[in-house]
């Protein structure tokens, strides 16, 4: 089932201040820039003024910050975290045996692929083994 629903409203002109995007394609870029800093001209003074005091208090405060910071030596340590890896657990001799009979099988099984491919005169790629520089194809 399609629902439509018409709804009649009438909008207000848009403020004169969003008209400045149909103006923008006849200013060239000085003067796009001088109607940006003319707009923003109190906020900019305010900026280059406090400039110097906002520069004082970074430095101010990274001294105190250095200053504070506080000497990991002098305090107690408590071993926290796992006594036993358990990736190291994990990785017995029994399970790394499994995980080179499974990639040799992995292996095998690609190669005996690519030799029936290769049996066609056609490489994974689609170009005969012969016309292909040795480089091309590699991940």
Same mark, same amino acid.
């Given at each position: 089932?399609?629902?439509?629903?018409?709804?009649?409203?009438?909008?207000?002109?848009?403020?004169?201040?969003?008209?400045?995007?149909?103006?923008?394609?006849?200013?060239? *870029?000085? @003067?796009?820039?001088?109607?940006? $800093?003319?707009?923003?001209?109190?906020?900019?003074?305010?900026?280059?003024? +406090? !400039?110097?005091?906002?520069?004082?208090?970074?430095?101010?405060?990274?001294?105190?910050?250095?200053?504070?910071?506080?000497?990991?030596?002098?305090?107690?340590?408590?071993?926290?975290?796992?006594?036993?890896?358990?990736?190291?657990?994990?990785? *017995?001799? @029994?399970?790394?045996?499994?995980? $080179?009979?499974?990639?040799?099988?992995?292996?095998?099984?690609?190669?005996? +692929? !690519?030799?029936?491919?290769?049996?066609?005169?056609?490489?994974?790629?689609?170009?005969?083994?012969?016309?292909?520089?040795?480089?091309?194809?590699?991940?």
């Amino acid at each position: 089932m399609l629902y439509t629903q018409f709804v009649v409203t009438v909008l207000r002109p848009a403020h004169d201040l969003y008209h400045v995007v149909d103006n923008l394609p006849a200013m060239t *870029s000085g @003067r796009i820039s001088w109607e940006a $800093v003319k707009a923003l001209k109190l906020q900019l003074l305010r900026d280059v003024l +406090a !400039a110097p005091v906002r520069v004082v208090r970074t430095i101010v405060q990274s001294v105190r910050q250095s200053s504070m910071t506080p000497n990991p030596g002098d305090d107690i340590v408590y071993p926290y975290g796992a006594r036993f890896s358990v990736r190291e657990l994990g990785a *017995s001799e @029994r399970l790394q045996m499994l995980d $080179v009979a499974k990639y040799i099988k992995m292996i095998e099984g690609e190669k005996r +692929a !690519a030799r029936r491919r290769g049996s066609h005169g056609e490489t994974p790629f689609g170009r005969a083994e012969e016309d292909r520089p040795p480089w091309q194809g590699l991940p």
